[in-house]
């Protein structure tokens, strides 16, 4: 597995980085494991809370750089690479901040005499993380791991070595100890090695579906708890009286942010019949006046995708889509340009038979799905493999609550995306994994929840 540096605007490389060896694995798992049999994961809080609060600082005060390193690697466009470097620092805050109240011991009522829950850490944990929020994704599992006590060892994607180096160095100058957080170059069979390692307690996962059952079976084989956010075919449900102007505008962005390279990303658009024409027609209006370009320009809509293996995928998806029977209203082709450009694109008349109703299809196409009332969007947007977000819009709120207590997902959103915020629960059901990252959810997934008792 080769960690270079190519900037997918233009496909050229910037650098190449070696990858660690078995010798670096043992000599990281031996740190972490010092580490957490040490007083600072063992000891006050406060030492490692002081960590994350000069880590947010730093990362603030270094926005601009490190959006731009984000961007040339991965291609967000520099707005959204600027939005993903401030909500990594307000997690770091939000945990140094809050992670006393979280962790602190939980009393239960009991006869059996004076009983509470104490939260201490678990040990090593092993975290893979993917390459399309380059920093945010690395942020989620450091910063409750860190406040907690647990070690990370993490094996970032392969396309932005940059950006995992550039953190780490981020962890270690706020503070952190040799240990708290190490990143590795390194294979899939090492990070098997790891997490079968005694010396390791958990391993978490954000990644494919693919990526995600191999580390799970590996996790269960060796009795370790594991944590996955995968895939997701969300749905954005317009119901016939919702603000169709603002339902358009939002699910514009909701496609084709990070060039709809996102877990929960809308990806199907489930209109009601009474206003799936004008929707549609508004729609394919704003995705034809979408600016393609440079990530760095400022005035730029839509970048490239990660990769040219990114591309090739997503041209077959497509492709395959259309094959199957469904019809091609907008795009569906790469740009003639250099780098790894594809048109957004918008798909409709797709059938449960078409590989493309069950795939998730992870570049700026909208798949288009027509219902006659609110019972068959329920159960359109049930009918999926994967169960991570979702967004309803409709005036009224009550029939809205109503649909999303209905739809079978992580999360859902009324009259807006999928969002993230550091104190609301991040994660999903189905096959888009299980356990929770951020807010006080996230903390609890990696600590010992030990119950004492003095017997009356």
Not at 302 to 329: C, F, I, M, Y
Not at 362 to 378: L, R, T
Not at 406 to 430: H, R
Request: glycine fraction near 6%; aromatic fraction near 8%.
């Amino acid at each position: 597995m080769a960690y270079q540096t190519v900037n997918p605007a233009n496909n050229k490389l910037i650098k190449e980085y070696p990858s660690h060896t078995d010798a670096d694995v043992e000599a990281a798992l031996s740190t972490a494991d010092a580490l957490y049999h040490s007083d600072w994961s063992k000891g006050s809080m406060d030492k490692r809370l002081a960590v994350l609060h000069k880590l947010a600082d730093l990362i603030d005060s270094r926005t601009e750089e490190l959006a731009k390193i984000a961007s040339e690697e991965m291609g967000k466009l520099i707005a959204q690479s600027r939005g993903e470097v401030k909500l990594c620092a307000q997690i770091a805050r939000y945990y140094a901040d809050n992670a006393k109240q979280f962790l602190a011991p939980v009393k239960y009522p009991s006869e059996m005499g004076e009983a509470w829950v104490e939260h201490h850490p678990i040990g090593v944990v092993m975290a893979v993380e993917p390459w399309n929020f380059p920093y945010y994704q690395l942020m989620r599992v450091l910063a409750p791991n860190l406040a907690a006590g647990n070690p990370v060892i993490a094996k970032h994607a392969s396309i932005v070595p940059h950006c995992a180096e550039t953190f780490a160095h981020l962890v270690r100058e706020a503070g952190a100890p040799d240990g708290a957080w190490t990143n590795l170059f390194i294979s899939s069979d090492q990070v098997a090695t790891i997490i079968a390692d005694d010396r390791v307690q958990g391993a978490a996962l954000t990644g494919s579906e693919k990526a995600g059952s191999i580390v799970a079976a590996q996790a269960a084989k060796h009795i370790k708890k594991s944590t996955l956010e995968l895939g997701g075919n969300d749905v954005f449900v317009v119901l016939d009286d919702a603000d169709l102007e603002k339902a358009v505008k939002i699910g514009v962005n909701a496609r084709l942010a990070n060039a709809g390279q996102v877990c929960t990303a809308a990806k199907r658009f489930i209109l009601h019949e009474k206003v799936a024409e004008q929707f549609l027609e508004k729609y394919t209006e704003a995705f034809r006046n979408i600016r393609i370009g440079d990530p760095l320009d400022e005035s730029t809509r839509l970048g490239p995708l990660s990769s040219k293996d990114a591309l090739e995928t997503l041209t077959k998806q497509v492709d395959e889509a259309v094959k199957n029977g469904a019809t091609l209203h907008y795009g569906g082709k790469p740009v003639q340009r250099e780098g790894s450009f594809f048109e957004p694109t918008i798909l409709t008349n797709i059938t449960r038979d078409n590989p493309a109703y069950f795939e998730e299809f992870f570049g700026p196409v909208a798949q288009i799905y027509v219902v006659k009332n609110d019972d068959e969007a329920v159960k359109l947007a049930n009918d999926s493999h994967y169960g991570l977000g979702g967004a309803v819009f409709s005036k009224d709120i009550d029939r809205a609550k109503k649909m999303a207590s209905k739809i079978e997902t992580g999360m859902v959103w009324i009259n807006w995306l999928t969002d993230t915020a550091a104190e609301l629960p991040f994660g999903g059901v189905k096959r888009s994994g299980y356990g929770r990252e951020l807010s006080d959810l996230g903390i609890k997934e990696f600590v010992n929840q030990k119950l004492v008792v003095i017997r009356r």
